[in-house]
């Protein structure tokens, strides 16, 4: 995160992180091609928190779907588009 600048390109499935990296105008991708945004972050934030406080009340829930082929597509469709910004494509 502190090594982190203005354009770079990050990809992690952690909301925090994102959330701490998208005020630097960093680029923040998930393994899966979901492209984190400063518009939709307190959303992702706020689901995060509440999914804490149903574990720590003993609800679990079946876990994150299993990586696909389609999750795979999503990510390179995305991030192509992220390097096609800075090829001027």
């Given at each position: 995160?502190?090594?982190a600048g203005k354009g770079d390109i990050v ?26 945004e400063e518009s939709s972050i307190q959303t ?11 574990r720590r009340r003993g609800e679990y829930g ?28």
């Amino acid at each position: 995160m502190n090594h982190a600048g203005k354009g770079d390109i990050v990809v992690t499935q952690d909301i925090g992180l994102a959330s701490t990296l998208l005020p630097k105008d960093v680029y923040v991708i998930s393994p899966r091609g979901v492209v984190f945004e400063e518009s939709s972050i307190q959303t992702a934030l706020d689901l995060r928190f509440l999914n804490a406080k149903a574990r720590r009340r003993g609800e679990y829930g079946k876990g994150p779907k299993p990586y696909q082929s389609e999750d795979r597509a999503r990510f390179v469709m995305e991030l192509t588009k992220i390097l096609s910004k800075f090829a001027g494509i």
